[in-house]
Each structure stands twice: as structure tokens, then as C-alpha cells.
């Protein structure tokens, strides 16, 4: 009993000494549970990481902002610690149900650099054309089997009844394409 008291003492004085923010000033019971924060903070921190306090301590006040009856609390720390019993219960349940001990941060030390330098873009622009040269110096029936197979996906056997001739003639004039397209990039 003894020991209650002097709790209960040094509470109540350790509450006189902090002062109430402005902002909690209008709200009863903000005002009312102020003083018992750095209590509540020692609390969540032997339950929590420490870098998940502050935002466990702000989810509170907003439940203690947007509670709906204005009744005035008669006990402000059993309050306190009610509704951060709750707000923990409630975090370790979305935890839970988002398997978030399983996802891993991404660092960007992690991510591969990929930066897209001047030079590179002149390279590809000039790949680009000198792709389109060659393409534009091939026989049009072997540039249209190209584009039909390897941009449109079509089938060899689809481009070969469309273009009136074998499936063997189809490959000969892919494989014609593919290598004017090998030697132009081999001599670049």
C-alpha cells in the first residue's frame, strides 16, 4: 500500500512538472493524459523498437483526438494505457496479417545503377540506324518475313502460306536477314 502511494505521489508530481502543450490546451482529455506521455513512452519502449515509439504515441493521440464522446475521463493513466494497449493489439494485427517480418527494405546501395549516360544514348541511336540501313537494303519479301516473325510473332507456317511459299524458304530468308543484321553490327 505504502508503495502505491508513493507512486501515486511521485506521479502526480512528476505530472505537475510537465507542461501541457498548447495544442492539447482545448481537448480535456489531452490535457488530462499529458502528463503520464513520458510514462507511457518508458512502456511502449520495452515493448517496441525504439525508432517505433514516436509513431505508436501519435497513433494514440489521434485515437484520443477522434474519440467521439466529450465525457470527461476519470482515471487519465488508466485511459492512457487502455487505449495504448489497443493501438499496440491493433499494430501487431496488421503486422501480422501483412507478414511484415518477412518483406526486406530495399536499399539503394542494393538497387543496380543503371544510369542512362549521353553516351549510351548515342550508341543506340546509332544502332537504331544502322539497323533500319540494313533492313532497308534487304529484298522486301525477305524484310517483310523478318518483321512478320520476329516484331508481328507469327508463326513460320503462317508466313509461309501468306507469302505463297515453303516453310524451308521462310527460314532461309530469316536466317539472310539475321545475318546482314550480325554483320553490320560485327563491323560497327
Same mark, same amino acid.
Given at each position: 500500500?505504502?508503495?502505491?502511494l508513493?507512486?501515486s505521489?511521485l506521479?502526480?508530481?512528476?505530472?505537475?512538472?510537465?507542461?501541457?502543450?498548447?495544442?492539447?490546451?482545448?481537448?480535456?482529455?489531452?490535457?488530462?493524459?499529458?502528463p503520464h506521455?513520458?510514462q507511457?513512452?518508458g512502456?511502449?519502449?520495452?515493448?517496441l523498437?525504439?525508432?517505433?515509439?514516436?509513431?505508436?504515441?501519435?497513433?494514440?493521440?489521434?485515437?484520443l =483526438?477522434?474519440?467521439v464522446?466529450?465525457?470527461?475521463?476519470?482515471?487519465?493513466?488508466?485511459?492512457?494505457?487502455?487505449?495504448?494497449t489497443?493501438?499496440?493489439?491493433?499494430?501487431h494485427r496488421?503486422?501480422?496479417s501483412?507478414c511484415?517480418g518477412l518483406?526486406?527494405? @530495399?536499399?539503394?546501395?542494393?538497387?543496380?545503377?543503371?544510369?542512362?549516360?549521353?553516351?549510351?544514348?548515342?550508341?543506340?541511336?546509332?544502332g537504331?540506324?544502322?539497323?533500319?540501313?540494313?533492313?532497308?537494303?534487304?529484298?522486301?519479301?525477305t524484310?517483310? =518475313?523478318?518483321?512478320?516473325?520476329?516484331?508481328?510473332g507469327?508463326?513460320?507456317?503462317?508466313v509461309?502460306?501468306?507469302?505463297?511459299?515453303?516453310?524451308?524458304?521462310?527460314?532461309?530468308?530469316?536466317?539472310?536477314?539475321?545475318?546482314? @543484321?550480325? =554483320?553490320?553490327?560485327?563491323a560497327?
Open positions: 500500500m505504502r508503495r502505491r508513493a507512486r505521489a506521479s502526480a508530481t512528476a505530472a505537475a512538472d510537465v507542461s501541457v502543450p498548447a495544442a492539447c490546451r482545448g481537448n480535456g482529455v489531452l490535457t488530462a493524459v499529458w506521455v513520458p507511457l513512452r512502456y511502449l519502449r520495452k515493448r523498437p525504439a525508432s517505433e515509439v514516436d509513431d505508436l504515441v501519435q497513433d494514440i493521440f489521434v485515437r =483526438i477522434h474519440r464522446d466529450g465525457a470527461e475521463v476519470q482515471y487519465p493513466q488508466r485511459y492512457l494505457y487502455q487505449v495504448a489497443a493501438a499496440l493489439i491493433d499494430r496488421h503486422e501480422k501483412r511484415g518483406h526486406c527494405e @530495399l536499399l539503394e546501395a542494393e538497387l543496380p545503377h543503371d544510369e542512362v549516360s549521353p553516351d549510351r544514348v548515342l550508341a543506340a541511336r546509332q537504331v540506324q544502322a539497323a533500319q540501313r540494313v533492313l532497308a537494303a534487304l529484298p522486301e519479301r524484310r517483310a =518475313i523478318l518483321v512478320a516473325v520476329r516484331v508481328d507469327a508463326s513460320l507456317k503462317t509461309a502460306a501468306h507469302q505463297g511459299i515453303t516453310v524451308s524458304a521462310v527460314e532461309k530468308h530469316l536466317i539472310r536477314a539475321i545475318r546482314a @543484321l550480325r =554483320i553490320d553490327r560485327d560497327a
